[in-house]
Structures are given as structure tokens and as C-alpha cells.
């Protein structure tokens, strides 16, 4: 299962900053996108059984191949200390990354721009998609994550996308 949310800076109600998490085994996951006017940031949290190809399809939906366009994907999920599942969140994250280069014929994706992270969290600042891996100090709502434990129970391989 997993959750994502589009930041578009200045649309109306558009979320000042936004964050997720990568707490292990989980991936946090940011894919910046920028291409003239256009300047948005897809973030999600993914659990190990989420699928990753939606979230490879949504990033491709929201953010087109444009020769032009600046893209980066950051990924982070702190370190498991069993050296097996480590080895499976490393895994997930190369593969979460080539799905979505699958995707693009004119974008790059190398060395300056995907970027991995041991850390629990991952933020983009909503007015230039700054990519911080300072902690998040907002938490979901009770609420929030009873809808989460929900949908989880549906389809653990599902991904929520919020706009």
C-alpha cells in the first residue's frame, strides 16, 4: 500500500510544503518536475508490497517528456539492521527509479539527478521543491490513518493519490 499527494506551487489551496516518510522497510519518495512554467513535486509513501509501477504511471501522468524539463527523484527509507531487508529496500529503490526512466525518452536519469537517502523523512518546500531531509513534524490525524488502515485491508498493493 501506499499514499501519494502532487504539490503544484501556486494553484489554489496548494500545500506551502509537504513531506513523507521512509521509515524502513517503507520508501519515502519525492520526483521533482520542472519545465517552464511548469513546476510540481509528486511524494509518496510506499510500503513493501505497494505497486510500483502507479506510482512510475502518476509520475509519467503528471510530469510529460519534455527535452526541456528538469527532473529529480529522491528516495529514502532508513536502514533496516537486518542486512536482508536493507538489501530489499535498496532493491526497491533502484527499481522504483528505472520504472519511472522507463517511462521518459528525453528526461536523464543518472548520477545528478536521482538522489538516495538513509534518512526517515523527505520534505519539498512547496514555492521552489526544495528537497530537504529535515524531520516532519506534522503527523497524520487519528482519522487519517484509520482511512490508511482501511484501504490497506482492501488492497495492500494499492497507491492513494490525494491532489
Not at 524502513?24 to 521533482?32: Q, R
Not at 536519469?109 to 523523512?121: A, D, I, K, L
Request: hydrophobic letters at 35%; aromatic letters at 6%; one cysteine or more.
Amino acid at each position: 500500500m501506499g499514499q501519494g499527494v502532487l504539490v503544484q506551487p501556486g494553484s489554489p489551496g496548494a500545500l506551502q510544503r509537504a513531506g513523507t516518510s521512509g521509515c524502513g522497510p517503507c520508501l519515502g519518495v519525492a520526483v521533482t518536475y520542472g519545465s517552464g512554467r511548469q513546476v510540481r513535486a509528486l511524494l509518496a509513501h510506499l510500503q513493501p508490497e505497494a505497486q510500483q509501477d502507479s506510482v512510475a504511471g502518476q509520475v509519467a501522468e503528471d510530469m510529460p517528456d519534455d527535452f526541456n524539463a528538469e527532473m529529480h527523484i529522491h528516495v529514502t527509507s532508513a536502514p533496516s539492521e537486518d542486512p536482508a531487508q536493507w538489501a530489499d529496500q535498496q532493491a526497491r529503490s533502484e527499481q522504483l527509479v528505472n520504472e519511472i526512466a522507463a517511462r521518459y525518452d528525453w528526461v536523464v536519469f543518472e548520477e545528478g539527478n536521482v538522489h538516495f537517502h538513509q534518512e526517515e523523512s523527505i520534505v519539498v518546500g512547496g514555492r521552489n521543491l526544495e528537497v530537504s531531509t529535515v524531520p516532519v513534524s506534522v503527523m497524520f490525524s487519528h482519522e487519517e490513518l484509520e482511512e490508511m488502515r482501511r484501504a490497506m485491508e482492501t488492497d495492500p498493493t494499492a497507491v492513494q493519490y490525494f491532489k
